[in-house]
């Protein structure tokens, strides 16, 4: 699917969500109750206002525009003309950055503001509830790994849930996270994500900036050969490291699956399960307690499948506390080690150099090839964590060990 059509469809499903919540807080109001609609981009915006106008009766629905060019356009004056005049229900969407002389007649005492909530969020779920199950947990780990936005997750799902052959558009549909095009992405499950995290880097290295052409492909890591020469071409001809403007225009011997790298991808760690969070205890809510005053550190251990002196490409972990998927703590580093163990641990002892608050936080444990390649990582169960204090200055936290 184009751009356009993929920009156009997610408007027309995020239309769908919005209607949907708009109705819904209209209902228990009577005639004469006043809403206000913001942080809508511009066209979708209008999708929703014209829906709304034309199908409820018993509402009025407007965008507010200086220069108004549609039917359900209307000036700050004749909104407040309406306000007072209509024996509907009323609605307005106010474009972003818009400023009018009239501001003070439809603030929130008059025109109650209307939140949106997590709408893309939303999105997300119900398009990948339209996958098949294991592909579900495919665009699942894919999302997780990559850094792209809500609207691009959004617009990534509906190119993979709208195509004819759903498998093969998971990696073809890349470039919508800010990645290079991978039709192979599926042909190994345990190099997905070195290859995810290869690809990221390398648009990273294109997109840097102050960098001449040469060296941004020189930096890449692949063969000398065809593939350096037509990306060379391709970027000289292109004229833009933008990756939202290059990664569409890809063409298909220049996806990722042609880039002939120097070093090849081993992602033969299978799986990460953690063993041990060094906490016994649970509070009222069933969550495993940690409370900082009292216990002062806890151990973690994990085990990897199969064990990591048999994993070729592994040289580390890294550990660190999550919360909202956002790390609250520095990353520990394990080095893989040559133990016949399956397991590896660290202790968490240095917490209140962190100053966290009490609430849920979970742990999370990431395996790394040579040149901070991300092979595989795994999340803990959640737990709560209590009375954060300062640590002595003298405990430094650090811990590289392997569990027998």
């Known amino acids: 699917m184009s751009n356009q059509i993929i920009h156009s469809t997610l408007n027309v499903e995020l239309a769908e969500i919005i209607l949907r919540d708009v109705l819904a807080a209209l209902?228990?109001?009577?005639?004469?109750?006043c809403i206000q609609i913001t942080d809508l981009p511009d066209d979708l915006l209008e999708a929703v206002c014209q829906n709304l106008q034309s199908s409820q009766s018993d509402c009025e629905a407007y965008v507010l525009r200086n220069n108004p060019s549609q039917a359900w356009h209307i000036t700050s004056t004749k909104l407040v003309e309406r306000r007072n005049l209509t024996s509907?229900?009323?609605?307005?969407?106010?474009?972003?950055?818009?400023?009018?002389?009239?501001?003070?007649?439809?603030?929130?005492?008059?025109?109650?503001?209307?939140?949106?909530?997590?709408?893309?969020?939303?999105?997300q779920k119900d398009l990948k509830g339209r996958l098949r199950v294991e592909l579900q947990k495919t665009v699942e780990q894919i999302l997780r790994a990559t850094d792209s936005t809500a609207e691009q997750k959004c617009r990534?799902?509906?190119?993979?849930?709208?195509?004819?052959?759903?498998?093969?558009?998971?990696?073809?549909?890349?470039?919508?996270?800010?990645?290079?095009?991978?039709?192979?992405?599926?042909?190994?499950?345990?190099?997905?994500?070195?290859?995810?995290?290869?690809?990221?880097?390398?648009?990273?290295?294109?997109?840097?900036?102050?960098?001449?052409?040469?060296?941004?492909?020189?930096?890449?890591?692949?063969?000398?050969?065809?593939?350096?020469?037509?990306?060379?071409?391709?970027?000289?001809?292109?004229?833009?490291?933008?990756?939202?403007r290059w990664l569409p225009t890809l063409a298909d011997e220049l996806t990722f699956d042609h880039w002939d790298f120097?070093?090849?991808?081993?992602?033969d760690v299978e799986e990460i399960a953690f063993t041990g969070l060094g906490m016994s205890r649970r509070n009222e809510e069933g969550y495993l307690l940690f409370d900082a005053q009292h216990d002062r550190q806890f151990r973690v251990t994990w085990e990897t499948n199969p064990p990591p002196f048999q994993c070729k490409s592994l040289a580390s972990f890294t550990i660190e506390m999550m919360q909202d998927n956002i790390p609250v703590?520095?990353?520990?580093?394990?080095?893989?080690?040559?133990?016949?163990?399956?397991?590896?641990?660290t202790t968490f002892k240095d917490l209140g150099k962190f100053d966290l608050a009490d609430g849920l936080y979970y742990l999370r444990v990431s395996a790394w090839a040579p040149g901070g390649v991300l092979?595989?990582?795994?999340?803990?169960?959640?737990?709560?964590?209590?009375?954060i204090t300062e640590q002595d200055e003298d405990e430094d936290g650090t811990s590289d060990d392997v569990t027998g």
């Not at 209902?27 to 109750?33: E, R, W």
């Not at 996270?177 to 880097?201: F, H, I, M, W, Y």
């Open 329 to 345: 703590t520095e990353p520990r580093t394990v080095k893989a080690g040559t133990s016949s163990s399956k397991g590896r641990s």
């Open 27 to 33: 209902k228990p109001h009577d005639a004469g109750h």
């Open 156 to 244: 990534y799902l509906l190119a993979v849930a709208k195509s004819n052959d759903p498998e093969q558009a998971i990696g073809a549909s890349l470039y919508h996270l800010g990645l290079v095009p991978d039709p192979a992405l599926l042909s190994d499950p345990s190099t997905l994500l070195p290859r995810l995290s290869r690809n990221q880097k390398a648009v990273q290295a294109l997109a840097a900036p102050d960098e001449s052409l040469f060296a941004k492909i020189q930096s890449l890591g692949l063969e000398e050969g065809k593939t350096s020469r037509a990306l060379f071409r391709f970027f000289s001809d292109t004229e833009s490291f933008e990756p939202a």
């Open 88 to 123: 509907k229900k009323l609605v307005v969407f106010l474009p972003p950055g818009i400023r009018t002389s009239a501001e003070d007649s439809f603030d929130i005492s008059t025109f109650e503001r209307f939140l949106l909530g997590d709408v893309y969020e939303r999105l």
């Open 262 to 267: 120097r070093e090849k991808i081993s992602g």
């Open 375 to 387: 092979l595989k990582n795994a999340e803990s169960e959640t737990f709560f964590m209590k009375g």
